[in-house]
């Protein structure tokens, strides 16, 4: 039992004294630098098929080493291996000596299998055994009743045989006669007078063609015992690639988890990079605090003792003593006290802050663009299987851009729910779709005279204004301010950045406003629809659907739609000229100078909601006023 129990632990041992490359039990086990063990020909062979110049590693944990180390066989390994191969001879050798036994036990014990043979009664006196089956008389007799068979010459040609059991099986129903033959055609045992209903038929003793059954049988067998030793391989061949599968993955996986620690690394480098340029920002502004701090407090220091000296002299009784301590006061001129503006650098905080949301905006467009690309590479849409769910129609967006940058939509208004998209492709004609764009081009060319006459004036609606924004000269002008407005709450009001809407809104026609920008870095103007989002990423304009803007920050200038943006060339425009036309299902945004405006980018758009100004404003020192215009 305790020898049992000792090669039981030893099985323990087997998945821990397997080779890592052919996934077998140790082979002259040798032992790297490493401290990783493989069998001495699997290890040698991988090594061998390595180009020249590639450094030597480890199978296993991928260890360079700059020479090509010197195995030694392991000798305590070796014997752990040997005594394990032991063990599995003992266990299997007594295991099928076991097999043996038991099945001896159940062949003695089985009542079928018994060696003496079948007792057959003589049919004559129904006591006795039968010694002698006669085929001719198809009876069995015992020794008394076959005597007449054995003396008397009348049944000298009568067939014996030793004693049968089951005669009736043997014999034929209809004839009264042994079955002799088997007719292969029919598949029926046969005697010798249906022979004669047989006569076309291909028909064998039954010893014959017991001989012929019995060596198919044979060889099915011999067969089947090949297939099964094929099916025990290729099991086996199958366990092998499910391990090496699972190898194979868990390296996969431990080399995916190492990319994304590097990515998250780089991600933490940049967040310390920023944080530490905002700090060492922090640092110098309180530094300034600092520096003036002292100087005050110096200032302070001495009109305190001027104070003090004069208090003193002022209280003296005696008028000689009095008019010498007058006499030595000094007279120190004392300026007035002045507190430098000290203020962080917000073109810094805004670069860090747009790389920030660059790098975000980046990894989102970069797995976007996967997601699609996994898309397109799964089943297609047909037109017999069931249509896509489309999103609620003030939500939808159909923008594409064009060669010429501008972002395009379905053009003309969104026909009712009920419509098909075919249909409502049908019913826009070539004409219509050429009179849209004879319109959009004859408003790009127009002079700013005739613009004018779309001219359309608005209000800033405090409800809308973020609560760093800043609302002057009756709602038309705006700025950031770091000091919190006392706004009320309000579901309409931006919660995430500096942003603001105006109080009027446009639902068809032709509109035209213009804004003077002063200092334009870090602000944006553009229109937007009331479903905005109000907070969070999403809510930025030019960073979701319902929203196009023009943007600056520091020297860069782009248009910006659903999260995508366009690089515009600078210009030195000092006012914005916006065209909306609602109906015709576009929007200009113009640069206004002193002697002319000129196109700074042009949206077509499919309209679905009333449409409001909107603007965003990041830098301390720019503002953004509505100009009054004259049509």
Not at 142 to 156: D, G, I, N, T, V
Not at 184 to 206: A, E, P, R
Not at 419 to 441: F, I, W
Request: charged share 25%.
């Amino acid at each position: 039992m305790a020898k049992l129990e000792d090669v039981v632990s030893m099985f323990g041992l087997e998945e821990d004294l397997t080779c890592s490359i052919c996934l077998c039990v140790f082979e002259t086990p040798v032992t790297t630098p490493c401290g990783h063990n493989f069998c001495l020909p699997c290890l040698e062979m991988t090594w061998s098929r390595m180009d020249a110049g590639e450094t030597f590693n480890c199978p296993q944990c991928r260890t360079s080493f700059e020479t090509r180390p010197e195995l030694k066989k392991n000798t305590v390994l070796c014997n752990v291996v040997e005594q394990l191969q032991a063990s599995q001879d003992v266990v299997f050798k007594g295991t099928s000596e076991e097999e043996e036994e038991e099945e001896k036990k159940k062949a003695d014990s089985s009542p079928t299998q018994s060696k003496s043979p079948l007792l057959v009664g003589c049919d004559n006196c129904l006591t006795m055994e039968a010694a002698k089956t006669c085929l001719t008389c198809m009876a069995s007799f015992c020794q008394e009743h076959l005597r007449p068979h054995l003396e008397s010459p009348a049944f000298k040609n009568h067939q014996l045989v030793p004693p049968v059991d089951k005669l009736e099986q043997m014999t034929c129903q209809a004839h009264c006669k042994l079955l002799e033959f088997f007719c292969q055609d029919h598949g029926v045992s046969i005697c010798c007078f249906c022979m004669f209903s047989h006569k076309t038929c291909s028909t064998l003793s039954l010893k014959e063609d017991k001989t012929l059954k019995e060596a198919k049988l044979k060889n099915r067998l011999t067969e089947l015992g090949a297939l099964n030793d094929k099916t025990a391989k290729a099991l086996e061949q199958v366990r092998v690639q499910r391990k090496q599968l699972t190898g194979t993955t868990s390296q996969k996986l431990d080399l995916l988890k190492l990319e994304f620690l590097e990515i998250v690394a780089l991600i933490h480098e940049e967040e310390k990079n920023s944080w530490q340029k905002i700090k060492a920002e922090e640092k110098k502004c309180l530094d300034k605090f600092e520096y003036v701090h002292n100087i005050l407090g110096k200032k302070k220091n001495e009109i305190q003792r001027e104070r003090d000296e004069i208090e003193m002299t002022l209280a003296e009784m005696d008028d000689i003593t009095f008019l010498k301590k007058s006499t030595k006061l000094q007279k120190i001129s004392f300026n007035d006290v002045f507190v430098p503006k000290i203020e962080l650098d917000q073109n810094l905080l805004g670069a860090v802050h747009q790389k920030a949301c660059n790098l975000k905006h980046l990894n989102k467009r970069f797995l976007g663009i996967t997601q699609e690309e996994n898309k397109k590479d799964g089943p297609q849409w047909k037109p017999e299987s069931k249509p896509p769910t489309l999103q609620p129609r003030e939500y939808r967006s159909r923008n594409n851009v064009d060669a010429t940058g501008i972002t395009e939509g379905q053009r003309g208004r969104p026909a009712k729910r009920a419509e098909s998209p075919k249909r409502r492709v049908q019913s826009c004609s070539k004409a219509e779709t050429k009179n849209e764009t004879t319109t959009l081009d004859s408003f790009l060319t127009k002079p700013r005279e005739e613009l004018l006459k779309f001219a359309s004036q608005f209000t800033l609606d405090h409800h809308s204004a973020h609560k760093n924004i800043l609302l002057l000269e009756k709602f038309t002008k705006i700025s950031v301010t770091e000091m919190v407005q006392d706004y009320q709450q309000h579901p309409h009001r931006f919660l995430s950045f500096s942003q603001v809407l105006s109080f009027q809104c446009f639902k068809k026609g032709i509109h035209y406003w213009e804004v003077d920008l002063s200092n334009n870095n870090f602000c944006a103007v553009g229109i937007c629809y009331g479903s905005i989002p109000r907070r969070g990423p999403e809510s930025r304009l030019g960073r979701n659907n319902s929203s196009w803007c023009i943007e600056w920050v520091n020297n860069k200038v782009s248009a910006w739609h659903n999260g995508k943006d366009t690089s515009l060339p600078s210009n030195k425009a000092t006012k914005i000229g916006v065209l909306l036309n609602y109906d015709g299902g576009f929007v200009i945004f113009f640069g206004v100078t002193e002697k002319k405006s000129f196109p700074l980018y042009k949206f077509k758009i499919e309209f679905t909601e009333a449409i409001y100004s909107a603007f965003w404003v990041f830098s301390n020192g720019a503002t953004i006023s509505a100009c009054q215009l004259k049509s």
